[in-house]
């Protein structure tokens, strides 16, 4: 059974494989066939994961498109459609998406990591550095943690922004990924110095200055670290993503990391389809408002 649903994965990065990159889905639906940032990346790690060949390919055209629209301040393209007459190129709807920054970075350091192509990351330097003073100036306050729109990641107009964790971790996973071939120093004590930020400010009984003292000593902590706080305070809703990637980033003790396991296991069990959700409790519920 599992070899079906394997197959199926397979076949459907096929799908939405295309001379420019990898789609964020098969069907016509809305504005995603495009090449995205986000999905593309994501699906270029699966196609890593996979070791076929077409579907690597797939993901190095992903990372030419981005980089090839890239914005002159350093912004990588939302998504980008690709047309017979036309190029349309999206930096975000709303706002712009600033976690196409980092999944940018990302992807670039493991499709040359797993392909032992050295010289990708060199032909990208100047987009990736580019990129990372992008992200040095989305700080604002220079304090090592980047703000975040409403509508600035993945969540769309979900009500995380400010300092959302998500974005902080991926962060740092590109600043590691860049690292192993820059071999930096300045970019190692960066790296330090957002860790040591996400723990001041983001786990209970920390010490050092906080960012936002008082909602941060009014703050309810649970087995695992809230979704984000902004000068309105912090908001505590589970979110999936952003605890994964603490775990996978070693954020935090072990204690911190067993409480974030077991959490994710209770409130799984404790679903319909026994499937952990993106955010917990619901946004929705939580302001009342009803779904349609």
């Known amino acids: 059974m599992e070899t079906i649903y394997y197959d199926k994965a397979i076949e459907l990065l096929h799908k939405v494989s295309t001379p420019n990159g990898f789609l964020a889905s098969a069907e016509n639906t809305s504005n995603y066939q495009r090449v995205w940032a986000r999905d593309g990346v994501i699906c270029g790690l699966a196609a890593l994961a996979s070791g076929d060949e077409k579907l ?3 993901f190095k055209n992903t990372l030419e498109t981005l980089a090839k629209y890239q ?22 709807g709303l706002a712009g998406r600033v976690d196409a920054v980092t ?45 975040v729109p409403l509508s600035g990641n993945w969540a769309d107009e979900y009500i995380t922004d400010g300092y959302v964790l998500y974005d ?47 909602a941060y000593y009014e703050m309810d902590f649970q087995d695992y670290l809230p979704c984000s706080f902004s000068p309105s305070g912090y908001k505590n809703q589970f979110d999936a993503f952003a605890n994964s990637l603490a775990l996978l980033l070693n954020i935090g003790t072990k ?19 026994g499937l952990l959700p993106a955010f917990w409790p619901q946004f929705l519920k939580m302001m009342n408002i009803g779904t349609y």
């Open 103 to 147: 999944w940018f970075i990302i992807g670039v350091c493991q499709y040359a990591f797993h392909t032992k192509d050295d010289s990708f990351i060199w032909k990208h330097e100047n987009e990736i550095e580019k990129a990372l003073r992008l992200l040095e100036a989305w700080e604002f306050n220079n304090r090592h943690l980047i703000y």
């Open 71 to 92: 914005h002159e301040l350093g912004t990588i393209p939302s998504n980008v459609l690709i047309g017979v007459d036309k190029v349309d190129v999206s930096y975000g």
């Open 255 to 273: 204690k911190t990391q067993n409480k974030i396991v077991n959490h994710s296991y209770d409130l799984a069990l404790s679903t319909k389809l």
């Open 168 to 214: 902080q971790l991926l962060r740092i996973w590109a600043l590691k990924c860049y690292n192993y071939f820059k071999k930096s120093k300045t970019i190692s004590v960066k790296i330090e110095k957002i860790e040591k930020q996400i723990e001041i400010n983001f786990l209970p009984n920390s010490e050092g200055q906080k960012i936002h003292e008082r």
């Open 56 to 58: 690597i390919k797939t």
